[in-house]
Antibody, heavy 119, light 110 residues
Framework: QVQLVESGGGVVQPGGSLRLSCVASGFTFSYYGLHWVRQAPGEGLEWVAVISSAGSDKFYAASVKGRFTISRDNSKNTLYLQMNSLRVDDTATYYC????????????WGQGALVTVSS | QAGLTQPPFASGSPGQSVTISCTGTSSDIGGYNYVSWYQQHPGKAPKLMIFEVTKRPSGVPDRFSGSKSGNTASLTVSGLQAEDEADYYCSSFAGNNNLVFGGGTKVTVL
C-alpha cells in the first residue's frame, strides 16, 4: 500500500532554516508529481508547492515563493522541502502528498510533520 | 488568489443528508473540472473523498457524491453515519500551476 512518511519537523527561530523529508513506498515514485500542503494549528489547508515526476518543473504558492525549495531524489524515493527565512506564520503541520496522474488531485497523504517557528 | 468559500458548520441527524457548498470564481471552480473534496478527522491526515467534481476513489462509500454548477461545487453526504462527523475541505485547480482550498466545514452528526 502507498505510504508517505515525513520527518525533519521541529522548533526553529524566526529567520532560521529547516529541511523536511518524505520517504515514499508502495508506488512507482518516479511516475508522479508530489506536493507539500500545510495546515496551521486549528486552521485550514494551504497548498505549498508541487514538483513534477522528473523534478524539472517546480511551482510554489505566493506565500512561500523565494523562501522554500521543493526537490526530490527518485533514486531514494524521497521528497524534500527546504525552508529558509522562516516566519512565525509558517508554523504548521506539513503534509507530503502524492498527486494523481493530472497532479491536482491529492490521492495519498503522509501523517504530517509539525514545524514550529518561535523565539 | 483568494481561497474558496465554505460554510463553517453543517449538521444532520443519522440517516439524513447534508450538503456542503464551496464557492469560487470563474478562475478556479468555474474554469476547471478539477474540484476535489477531502475528509479530515481530528488529529488525522486528510483523505480524498471526491475528485474531478463527481468521481469517487475506490473504497469511498457511494453515500458521498459531488456536483458543480457555475462557480459553486457541492458535496452531499446521504444516509449520515456517526463516522461521517469530520471536517471537509474542497479544493480547485486555479490555473497558472496553483491550487486553492476552501476554509473547511465541520460536519456534526446530531
Amino acid at each position: 500500500q502507498v505510504q508517505l512518511v515525513e520527518s525533519g519537523g521541529g522548533v526553529v527561530q524566526p529567520g532560521g532554516s529547516l529541511r523536511l523529508s518524505c520517504v515514499a513506498s508502495g508506488f512507482t515514485f518516479s511516475y508522479y508529481g508530489l506536493h507539500w500542503v500545510r495546515q496551521a494549528p486549528g486552521e485550514g489547508l494551504e497548498w505549498v508547492a508541487v514538483i513534477s515526476s522528473a523534478g524539472s518543473d517546480k511551482f510554489y504558492a505566493a506565500s512561500v515563493k523565494g523562501r522554500f525549495t521543493i526537490s526530490r531524489d527518485n533514486s531514494k524515493n524521497t521528497l524534500y522541502l527546504q525552508m529558509n527565512s522562516l516566519r512565525v506564520d509558517d508554523t504548521a503541520t506539513y503534509y507530503c502528498v502524492k498527486g494523481d496522474t493530472l497532479w491536482w488531485t491529492f490521492d495519498y497523504w503522509g501523517q504530517g510533520a509539525l514545524v514550529t517557528v518561535s523565539s | 488568489q483568494a481561497g474558496l468559500t465554505q460554510p463553517p458548520f453543517a449538521s444532520g441527524s443519522p440517516g439524513q443528508s447534508v450538503t456542503i457548498s464551496c464557492t469560487g470564481t470563474s478562475s478556479d471552480i468555474g474554469g476547471y473540472n478539477y474540484v476535489s473534496w477531502y475528509q479530515q478527522h481530528p488529529g488525522k491526515a486528510p483523505k480524498l473523498m471526491i475528485f474531478e467534481v463527481t468521481k469517487r476513489p475506490s473504497g469511498v462509500p457511494d453515500r458521498f457524491s459531488g456536483s458543480k454548477s457555475g462557480n459553486t461545487a457541492s458535496l452531499t453526504v446521504s444516509g449520515l453515519q456517526a463516522e461521517d462527523e469530520a471536517d471537509y475541505y474542497c479544493s480547485s485547480f486555479a490555473g497558472n500551476n496553483n491550487l486553492v482550498f476552501g476554509g473547511g466545514t465541520k460536519v456534526t452528526v446530531l
